[in-house]
């Protein structure tokens, strides 16, 4: 083939009609130069044959002939923008296409085609209709070389930086654009020039050179040039600005991420906190946020003016840095930070409206002076340059501000401020609704801790500790209570229950039924007729008041309750349950087990009878009464593995009673429980031999001058002689009704504890009434002369018949 033929070939793949052809040696050595190659460069065949192509390059691509002859020789082909130097020096852009071929003697060579862009016709036509086509699109439009070069740009290009276009000519993405991650860019570029494929919608967020302070975004796409032979000649790419939509879209994600993170918890703090952390980074480099003491504590906010002095005080109660370097002697969270009147924090409490200050002067901000350590170093220091300061607004009523830095982004303008506005009140709302709950919670917890007993009554019957723990804030104030009741016969009831439900509501309740399980108490009933009692009561009054839910009794409908009896003197315990769990018992020897209690229904819902179970306890085993709280996670109850853990906690626990009592509920309760948590735990005492006293008595009315001088020496024995003559009346009185009203034998005992207990048994089935005789009644007196004696009396029913009783004080009586 000879060298026409040769440079026809590599034509055919070239664009340009009029490229001039140079015949290299693989070397890269100019081996042959025409007419037309003289006109571009100047140079005679004299000076160029022999001469290597670097030579007629500037010195930049004059570095690349080499690793270009190469890909040439190798890869079939390069083609790109290159700039050679004229004999006089100036330099000329040209169109450097290097194909391979081989002559007619077997040997090879390379033949370079170059073609002025400014000078040849077909370019000219090629150029001008192109920029005809793309002149008024907004769309920035441009061509580089396998090398990543400009070839050619439109002008709407200029809008992403890197000048005009002729100023881009030869020069590679990364030198014109860095300011757009140059490398990923180019990265997308490589692909599409390896793989041909195309890449649609490329989306880079970074900033440019025409806006080094403004984020901007674009969206990009790349198409590969080939020439006719499939060979890449370089990579059409296209630039469209959505900055707009990219802020767009931004805006959605933070709200999107606000309604996410915002108000998860009903705690004030931590809800101005997540405000703060939300807005950080995507709308400032530093927010704080300051609220009105009177929120923090879910007070009302009071009437009128914010305060009288110079200065406002608020607590800080959230704050959130983008960088490091945020001084030590800022105002950490819970510190008071005051305001001077008149300060822009204090205009934007008192008016409502936002304030917005593009430009910050540092060293003009007097409303930053006056916090702990000289808060006015923060804008020095951090080169905070733009402050906004929205008020934190909720159902009319201003809460505290939030104010925004920025530092290094481009100042806030009108769009940020709206942003901020909707970002904030959004927030506000959540912070307005934990201020309410924290108020209602409060009150609530003051309510049901005055409906708990402040202290359990003394008494020789048990050891006792109790232990309770609020659920979570979330969750809400709920109802669960405890109580010890002293009964007669130095016995004591142990009471656990729960209403379902939380809040203000749920307390009263449970005060309610604390108070009928006390009163039902005072009636001596055995567990399950007191249950039924109450179940009764809640029945009917959520009946009686339309079983409206949020009544005084329809709250308690579905309630919780466990009632257990001990006698100190014998150890015998009876129990029953309503709808609530079984108690844990611990024996003496550290066993633990759990009684094997008939479950009742939940009080007020209706079903079977309730039953009872006794059994005797030895002295000092530990009955742990507790609501469902201290075993369930979440909603569910499963019953074996909750009673593991708890049996595990107690076998673990060998201290006393309050600290056994306090490290079972810190092993089993969350800090923050789902649900309200009640613990009871007793341990059994018994009455000494010496401290009860029993005498059988015929049903003889001669038998009660006996009784009275038997019990007289009975409490000189125990030295309670002065109250011989008040437990003689007692006596008589009691034993004589018995005798008189009753048939079969007549037991009298007395028990001495914190109180002279006396009692008398009788086969009968009636109880005696107090009477108010008339001063011509013959009879009548007994038992109004028991009631002035003793400090209270009363009558219980056993399964053979009944037992009045009458309690002595023991005051003044020396140990």
């Known amino acids: ?122 370019w000219a036509m090629s150029r001008a209709v192109l920029e005809q086509m793309v002149a008024g699109s907004p769309v920035g439009i441009a061509i580089v070389d396998t090398d990543l070069r400009f070839v050619w740009s439109n002008p709407a290009l200029e809008q992403f930086g890197g000048g005009p276009a002729p100023r881009r000519l030869g020069l590679r993405f990364a030198d014109v654009q860095p300011g757009m991650d140059a490398v990923s860019v180019e990265a997308q570029m490589r692909r599409v020039l390896e793989t041909g494929e195309p890449v649609v919608g490329y989306q880079h967020v970074g900033r440019v050179r025409a806006a080094p302070l403004r984020e901007t975004a674009h969206m990009l796409s790349f198409t590969r040039l080939d020439d006719d032979r499939g060979r890449p000649m370089g990579v059409y790419y296209t630039v469209v600005d959505v ?47 300051d609220l009105l003491e009177t929120v923090l504590r879910g007070a009302e906010l009071p009437p009128g003016p914010l305060a009288d002095s110079d200065r406002v005080p608020l607590r800080r109660a959230g704050h959130r840095s983008r960088h490091e370097d945020l001084p030590r002697t800022a105002v950490e969270t819970g510190e008071v930070v005051a305001y001077p009147a008149g300060s822009p924090p204090v205009r934007c409490l008192t008016t409502g409206r936002s304030w917005l200050q593009a430009r910050l002067d540092p060293l003009a901000v007097e409303w930053a002076v006056g916090a702990p350590g000289g808060r006015e170093a923060t804008f020095l220091e951090l080169g905070l340059h733009s402050v906004m300061i929205v ?185 029953a349950a309503a709808g609530h769990p079984a108690p844990a018992l611990v024996l003496p020897d550290g066993t633990v087990g759990f009684v094997e209690l008939p479950q009742g229904p939940a009080l007020g819902v209706g079903g079977p009878p309730f039953e009872s179970v006794e059994l005797t306890l030895a002295e000092g085993s530990t009955l742990a009464l507790h609501t469902d709280g201290l075993l369930a996670s979440g909603e569910t109850w499963a019953v074996d593995v909750d009673r593991h853990r708890l049996r595990r906690a107690l076998e673990g626990a060998r201290a006393s009673l309050d600290e056994c009592c306090r490290s079972v ?21 018994r009455l000494g031999p010496g401290q009860v006293a029993v005498w059988e ?104 018949g009944k037992i009045i009783w009458a309690e002595l004080s023991l005051a003044g009586v020396a140990e």
């Open 243 to 289: 900055t707009e939509e990219h802020r767009a879209r931004q805006r959605l994600d933070l709200f999107d991420r606000a309604g996410e993170h915002i108000g998860r918890s009903l705690d004030i703090t931590r809800t101005a906190q997540e405000l703060a952390d939300v807005a950080v980074p995507e709308l400032a480099d530093y927010v704080v946020v």
């Open 1 to 122: 083939m000879g060298g026409h033929e040769e440079r026809d070939v590599a034509r055919q793949g070239f664009d340009v009609a009029d490229a001039v052809p140079v015949v290299l040696d693989p070397q890269g050595m100019v081996t042959s130069w025409t007419g037309p190659a003289e006109r571009l460069l100047g140079y005679p065949a004299s000076e160029a044959v022999g001469t290597k192509l670097a030579d007629l390059l500037t010195a930049e691509d004059a570095e690349r002939v080499p690793e270009l002859v190469e890909r040439g020789r190798e890869d079939g082909g390069w083609a790109g923008l290159m700039t050679a130097r004229h004999r006089d020096g100036r330099p000329v852009r040209v169109m450097v296409r290097i194909t391979p071929t081989v002559e007619q003697l077997g040997r090879t060579s390379l033949v370079a085609l170059l073609s002025e862009l400014g000078g040849a016709p077909g």
């Open 665 to 685: 509920v810190e092993a089993l309760v969350p800090a923050r429980p789902y649900d309200d948590v009640a613990l009871l735990m007793a341990r059994t005492k």
């Open 391 to 575: 008020p934190i607004r909720a159902r009319g009523v201003t809460l505290g501000v939030t104010t925004f830095f920025r530092r290094r982004h481009h100042p806030f303008d009108e769009d940020d401020l709206s942003l901020a506005e909707d970002l904030v009140s959004r927030a506000a709302v959540c912070v307005d609704n934990a201020r309410r709950y924290t108020r209602e919670r409060d009150a609530a917890l003051v309510l049901q801790r005055s409906l708990l007993p402040r202290r359990l009554p003394d008494q020789d019957a048990v050891d006792v500790s109790a232990c309770y723990r609020p659920a979570d804030e979330l969750t809400g104030l709920g109802g669960d209570w405890y109580d010890l009741i002293p009964l007669s016969g130095a016995r004591v009831a142990l009471v656990v229950g729960e209403v379902p439900g939380h809040g203000i509501d749920a307390a009263a309740a449970m005060g309610r039924l604390r108070t009928a399980v006390r009163t039902l108490a005072a009636l001596d009933l055995p567990p399950e007729e007191v249950l039924a009692h109450l179940d009764d009561l809640v029945a009917r009054s959520a009946r009686d008041e339309g079983a409206d839910p949020e009544g005084a009794y329809g709250q308690s409908v579905g309630s919780g309750c466990v009632y257990v009896i001990y006698d100190p003197v014998d150890g015998h315990c009876a129990m």
């Open 697 to 800: 008595l015929a049903s003889d009315p001669a038998l009660v001058a006996e009784a009275r001088r038997t019990a007289t020496r009975r409490l000189e024995h125990w030295g309670l002689g002065h109250l011989a003559f008040t437990t003689e009346v007692v006596v008589s009185e009691l034993v004589t009704n018995a005798i008189r009203y009753a048939s079969g034998p007549v037991r009298l005992r007395l028990i001495r504890e914190r109180a002279l207990v006396c009692e008398v048994f009788d086969g009968g089935a009636t109880a005696p009434h107090l009477r108010h005789p008339r001063a011509t009644d013959e009879g009548g007196r007994g038992l109004l002369l028991v009631s002035q004696l003793a400090q209270r009396w009363g009558t219980r029913f056993v399964p053979d």
